[in-house]
């Protein structure tokens, strides 16, 4: 078998700043344990998120220089428009900066008290958007994602059941709109089988209710259908996304993961009340509907992006880049979320540090252990991110996993990168007896993780 190569040629690069462990230890203590708080400068190999750290394309930098910044009707937002359009299939296409402000915008309409909004996972912005409303933010994964080792193709799918008990339990006036996030970041980036899309469409539309997709991640997810559900075994990545798409009534999205982009994303739905009145929140708090938030350049850098994301070429690489860094952690006994997802690895910090107990934050303790000894930045997705004090007891609540996440660029490092990576994450491994537990020194009341102050336990 011949090697996946990175479909690209590099013609920009962008030095790496190399530091000490010593001085790295310093730059943890500078950013309370916190990775969000490190400089970028700091970091060797920055693994934090895929959202917007992209790499464009010659396309997408050209496509740039010729936009057109009309604020009104502008030739780039009609641009836009057209190709979110035909991929999607949806009647009205909104701009936002990124996607947590579909987000706000959607559930400002449709959330509020009393309200329940079902999910795979919620993802940490949807989830928090949600629940400012003053809805509920509910999460109906199969039990399979709950366990980070257990094997399914498809370890974001929805369980149709639960749904179904929910609707019957709360009723249809009670859900404004059900979701899925494809791929189910929260879990692992994994990803969900059209069939499951399928079904959840029908139970939803059977009572009535809306369905949206949140779909940062929908090329992604299209390349796990192909690859993994034999009936779309030879479509092309397209026609799975436009299938996907056909079973919704709307999607929120952020560009910063499969439109290739920096910044931008984008409110879609057919109904055209909730459009309108989207559009009108639109203009208040993000800009006008042929804008919404974001430069002309930036609409221009999404419509190549969301084309040049569904080559088939790139899928497979990305893919396999993932399943290369999977297995060479994996065969130096790290236990890590089982099958790996479309756009990281996430390591399992209780599997990893056994010694720690959960109260002493076992998937932050390993993010800045991988800081330490390689200078890597990854993040921490558990008890940080999702657990919180009681309001009335101040006890904790914790999360049902403790992951850190490490998740890839796209078309930003090379294989070597990967190598480096996978070394750092084994002579972690090797140490792991020595690392320390943390406790939380500070904390916002909403979304804690990006700001939060730690300190050795
Ligand atoms: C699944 C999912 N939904 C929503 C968002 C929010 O998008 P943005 O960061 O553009 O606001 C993210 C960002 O990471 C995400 O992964």
Redesign the pocket.
């Known amino acids: 078998m011949s090697s996946i190569i990175e479909p690209f040629k590099i013609k920009m690069v962008e030095p790496i700043r190399f530091t000490t462990r010593e001085e790295r230890i310093a730059i943890l203590k500078r950013a309370h344990f916190n990775p969000f708080l490190i400089h970028a400068e700091d970091v060797l190999l920055d693994l934090l998120?895929?959202?917007?750290t992209s790499a464009m394309s010659a396309a997408q930098w050209g496509a740039m220089m010729t936009a057109d910044e009309s604020y009104a009707g502008s030739r780039s937002f009609f641009r836009f428009e057209k190709t979110v359009r035909e991929l999607t299939g949806f009647k009205h296409i909104i701009p936002t900066?990124?996607?947590?402000?579909?987000?706000h915008i959607l559930f400002e309409l449709v959330g509020g008290g009393g309200k329940t909004i079902p999910n795979n996972n919620?993802?940490?912005?949807?989830r928090a958007n949600i629940e400012y409303s003053g809805a509920e933010a509910l999460d109906l994964v199969i039990d399979e994602a709950r366990v980070p080792a257990t094997l399914h193709p498809f370890k974001g799918n929805l369980d149709i059941a639960r749904l179904e008990a929910t609707i019957a339990r709360l009723g249809p006036a009670a859900i404004p709109l059900g979701m899925l996030?494809?791929?189910?970041?929260?879990s692992g980036g994994q990803p969900v089988s059209m069939a499951n899309i399928r079904a959840v469409s029908r139970t939803l539309r059977a009572h009535g209710i809306p369905f949206f997709l949140?779909a940062?991640?929908f090329a992604e997810n299209a390349w796990f259908i192909k690859l993994r559900e034999p009936e779309f075994a030879s479509r092309t990545p397209r026609e799975i996304a436009q299938e996907m798409f056909s079973y919704c009534d709307g999607a929120?999205f952020?560009?910063?993961?499969d439109g290739l982009s920096n910044?931008?994303?984008f409110l879609a739905l057919n109904d055209d009340r909730l459009a309108e009145q989207a559009r009108n929140l639109l203009i208040l708090t993000e800009g006008f509907p042929t804008y919404g938030g974001l430069a002309a350049r930036d609409l221009e850098a999404l419509a190549v992006g969301m084309n040049e994301v569904l080559d088939e070429r790139y899928l497979e690489y990305r893919h396999a880049c993932i399943e290369y860094l999977a297995a060479k952690v994996r065969s130096g006994g790290v236990a890590i979320v089982e099958p790996p997802g479309g756009h990281a690895i996430y390591i399992d910090a209780r599997a990893f540090l056994p010694h720690l107990p959960i109260e002493k934050y076992p998937g932050q303790a390993l993010v800045c252990a991988l800081f330490e000894v390689g200078g890597v930045r990854g993040v921490e997705i558990g008890s940080a991110m999702f657990g919180k004090p009681h309001a009335a007891t101040a006890v904790e609540s914790f999360a049902a996993n403790d992951l850190v996440r490490l998740a890839i660029p796209r078309r930003v490092y090379t294989q070597s990168h990967v190598d480096y990576l996978a070394e750092r994450i084994l002579e972690t491994y090797a140490e792991r007896d020595s690392i320390r537990g943390l406790k939380i020194s500070y904390q916002a009341p909403l979304l804690r993780h990006f700001t939060a102050h730690f300190e050795p336990a």
Request: aromatic share 4%; net charge neutral.
């Open positions: 998120t895929d959202s917007g900066h990124q996607g947590r402000a579909a987000e919620h993802f940490d912005t949807t996030t494809v791929t189910n970041n929260t949140d940062c991640r929120t952020s560009g910063k993961k910044i931008g994303g």
